[in-house]
Nanobody, 126 residues
């Protein structure tokens, strides 16, 4: 079993940066492929960025590519998302998600993920 707890959200102005963290518990954390998803007001949940179990492979949604960096520290059981040059359209609840399998690829599909955090709100004002 894996439990995920996100932190780092908040209210920022457009153009600012924000760093999100996800703390994982559970013995098998290093084996999990992990990602960040987000759900904006009135929108469906969407993939933001993902990272393979080893950390060697990453993937990003086009909407955040070039502005965001996903990383992980398996020893600390932590997942991170650094977001720069934030836009009002980045406003959403951001979720950390983990797969139940070892994977050296990144999946952007919601159904690939078995564990989810409760989410952290990011609000970007114009």
């Amino acid at each position: 079993q894996v439990q995920l707890v996100e932190s780092g959200g908040g209210l920022v102005q457009a153009g600012a940066s924000l760093s999100l963290s996800c703390a994982a518990s559970g013995r098998t954390f290093p084996a999990k492929g992990m990602s960040w998803f987000r759900q904006g007001p009135g929108k469906e949940r969407e993939f933001v960025a993902g990272i393979s179990s080893s950390g060697k492979t990453t993937g990003y949604a086009d909407s955040v590519k070039g502005r965001s960096t996903i990383s992980r520290d398996n020893a600390k059981k932590m997942l991170y998302l650094q977001m720069n040059r934030l836009k009002p359209e980045d406003t959403a609840v951001y979720y950390c998600a983990a797969r139940n399998v070892y994977s050296d690829t990144v999946s952007s599909e919601i159904q690939s993920y078995d564990y989810w955090g409760q989410g952290t709100q990011v609000t970007v004002s114009s």
